[in-house]
């Protein structure tokens, strides 16, 4: 995920844009209540609307079938001339890594994997949410929100689902037990496309708690890392009733002051303690070599929507690199996720061709994710928890989490993992979610 280094006005415009939809269609949203009222045809086909739909997944043969000879068209460009990923990720480990995808891979085990779940698809705010909801055997378990980020999916979070649900059966205690509920973003996996605009953190964040509160939840907490980091924010700035809380795997912590220069490459400022200069560094290095991709998504998400949505070879690139980039895992994503768990992902987001519909996300998001002052984060009032993965894209620095979310009510420092740390590390991520949300059990009961 791109934390955009500028905002240009235009985009502040349609943002500002944006907002005034959403407050519109609130008005609007008012009015279809008040009519419903007087009119029990309008109030049966709003409640239609509103209901929670079982959802099961199938991909047809024909889509397999192409997905298999367009990889064996592929165009292959010729090799990198450096030994290392400078030039970006290289020819051998995408041929692999795509060979496999085409003689051996199964996606009908990834779809029953998924199939096994209680899976359902409900409709807010004219978009069809698909979600996995699965609930624990324990009482009094506290229901919680896990979104994904790109290019992630619900896949993330299939391995924590049991150490969440039902942490007796993975050395922890019946009292710390989850309802878990798994929504896929508009514009990714199986949720509906939006047509219009206003799809951003805001909305899905306000799109998150009325489903929280569809299912009948009157209490929830909500965690993200990526996409799923600012969704959660926007939420705590959203303060819903019935939000105790959230967690966060990538936080927005990087002063105002330090925002620019680090954008500009400038030398770490005198006076940074040693995790502020490497937070400092790490984060200069992404923003000047890494971060071409979110460029091209934030700016110009149809353009790249056309390679996603027309070359298997070229999604599977475009996204292993990060899978390489992002894990701990020294550049060999494999020692961490299998290669079937990374393709059951890739595949995901080219089956349902939403290469276009995922970046469009980030041209509405056209912010600093890692700014404070761009996510507002002292706005926020419920508490928030912070876990540190030691190969995140930076490792946000204790003093700066304190400054950013005044309401930090816990602060975490991970022995190993990366960006996608409930995949790569389901254990150890569920146990970091029982540690900081068991404060805020006792409003649940």
């Given at each position: 995920?791109?934390?955009?280094?500028?905002?240009?006005?235009?985009?502040?415009?349609?943002?500002?844009?944006?907002?005034a939809s959403a407050?519109?269609?609130?008005?609007?949203?008012?009015?279809?209540?008040?009519?419903?009222?007087?009119?029990?045809?309008?109030?049966?086909?709003?409640?239609?609307?509103?209901?929670?739909?079982?959802?099961?997944?199938?991909?047809?043969?024909?889509?397999?079938?192409?997905?298999?000879?367009?990889?064996?068209?592929?165009?292959?460009?010729?090799?990198e001339t450096v030994?290392?990923?400078?030039?970006?990720?290289?020819?051998?480990?995408?041929?692999?890594?795509?060979?496999?995808?085409?003689?051996?891979?199964?996606?009908?085990?990834?779809?029953?994997?998924?199939?096994?779940?209680?899976?359902?698809?409900?409709?807010?705010?004219?978009?069809?949410?698909?979600?996995?909801?699965?609930?624990?055997?324990?009482?009094?378990?506290?229901?919680?929100?896990?979104?994904?980020?790109?290019?992630?999916?619900?896949?993330?979070?299939?391995?924590?689902?049991?150490?969440?649900?039902?942490?007796?059966?993975?050395?922890?205690?019946?009292?710390?037990?989850?309802?878990?509920?798994?929504?896929?973003?508009?514009?990714?996996?199986?949720?509906?496309?939006?047509?219009?605009?206003?799809?951003?953190?805001?909305?899905?964040?306000?799109?998150?708690?009325?489903?929280?509160?569809?299912?009948?939840?009157?209490?929830?907490?909500?965690?993200?890392?990526?996409?799923?980091?600012?969704?959660?924010?926007?939420?705590?700035?959203?303060?819903?009733?019935?939000?105790?809380?959230?967690?966060?795997?990538?936080?927005?912590?990087?002063?105002?002051?330090?925002?620019?220069?680090?954008?500009?490459?400038?030398?770490?400022?005198?006076?940074?303690?040693?995790?502020?200069?490497?937070?400092?560094?790490?984060?200069?290095?992404?923003?000047?070599?890494?971060?071409?991709?979110?460029?091209?998504?934030?700016?110009?998400?149809?353009?790249?929507?056309?390679?996603?949505?027309?070359?298997?070879?070229?999604?599977?690139?475009?996204?292993?690199?990060?899978?390489?980039?992002w894990t701990d895992?020294?550049?060999?994503?494999?020692?961490?996720?299998?290669?079937?768990?990374?393709?059951?992902?890739?595949?995901?987001?080219?089956?349902?061709?939403?290469?276009?519909?995922?970046?469009?996300?980030?041209?509405?998001?056209?912010?600093?994710?890692?700014?404070?002052?761009?996510?507002?984060?002292?706005?926020?009032?419920?508490?928030?928890?912070?876990?540190?993965?030691?190969?995140?894209?930076?490792?946000?620095?204790?003093?700066?989490?304190?400054?950013?979310?005044?309401?930090?009510?816990?602060?975490?420092?991970?022995?190993?993992?990366?960006?996608?740390?409930?995949?790569?590390?389901?254990?150890?991520?569920?146990?970091?979610?029982?540690?900081?949300?068991?404060?805020?059990?006792?409003?649940?009961?």
């Amino acid at each position: 995920m791109l934390a955009a280094p500028l905002v240009f006005t235009w985009q502040r415009y349609l943002v500002s844009a944006g907002a005034a939809s959403a407050l519109g269609l609130a008005a609007l949203a008012a009015s279809a209540e008040a009519s419903a009222a007087q009119d029990p045809t309008a109030s049966a086909a709003q409640a239609g609307s509103q209901a929670i739909r079982p959802y099961r997944i199938h991909v047809d043969d024909a889509k397999l079938a192409e997905l298999r000879q367009r990889i064996a068209a592929t165009r292959w460009p010729d090799k990198e001339t450096v030994s290392d990923t400078s030039q970006g990720v290289q020819l051998a480990q995408v041929q692999a890594l795509v060979k496999y995808w085409g003689d051996g891979y199964d996606w009908r085990k990834a779809e029953a994997r998924l199939n096994a779940l209680p899976e359902f698809v409900t409709t807010i705010d004219g978009v069809d949410i698909q979600f996995i909801h699965v609930r624990s055997r324990h009482p009094n378990a506290m229901p919680l929100i896990l979104t994904h980020g790109w290019p992630g999916s619900q896949f993330e979070f299939l391995k924590t689902i049991g150490p969440l649900t039902d942490p007796t059966a993975y050395g922890g205690r019946a009292e710390d037990a989850f309802d878990v509920v798994i929504p896929s973003i508009p514009g990714h996996g199986f949720s509906g496309k939006p047509t219009e605009l206003g799809w951003g953190p805001d909305r899905v964040a306000k799109a998150w708690d009325v489903l929280m509160k569809r299912l009948g939840y009157s209490h929830y907490v909500s965690q993200g890392g990526d996409h799923g980091s600012v969704i959660s924010d926007a939420l705590g700035r959203l303060a819903p009733p019935g939000l105790l809380g959230i967690h966060l795997n990538m936080p927005a912590t990087v002063p105002p002051e330090l925002v620019k220069p680090i954008n500009s490459g400038d030398p770490a400022p005198a006076g940074l303690t040693e995790p502020e200069r490497t937070a400092y560094r790490s984060l200069s290095t992404f923003f000047g070599r890494n971060a071409a991709y979110g460029a091209m998504m934030v700016t110009r998400p149809q353009t790249i929507g056309y390679l996603l949505a027309d070359s298997p070879t070229g999604t599977a690139a475009w996204m292993y690199e990060k899978f390489a980039a992002w894990t701990d895992s020294g550049g060999q994503p494999e020692r961490v996720l299998s290669r079937d768990e990374m393709l059951d992902d890739i595949s995901l987001y080219w089956l349902t061709d939403s290469g276009a519909s995922s970046s469009r996300f980030y041209w509405e998001n056209n912010n600093n994710n890692f700014s404070t002052a761009a996510q507002k984060t002292t706005n926020i009032k419920v508490p928030v928890a912070i876990s540190v993965f030691p190969q995140e894209i930076y490792r946000a620095p204790k003093t700066w989490a304190q400054r950013a979310y005044p309401s930090l009510s816990y602060f975490s420092e991970v022995g190993k993992g990366g960006h996608f740390a409930a995949w790569e590390q389901p254990q150890l991520f569920s146990e970091e979610l029982r540690e900081a949300f068991r404060p805020l059990r006792a409003a649940t009961k």
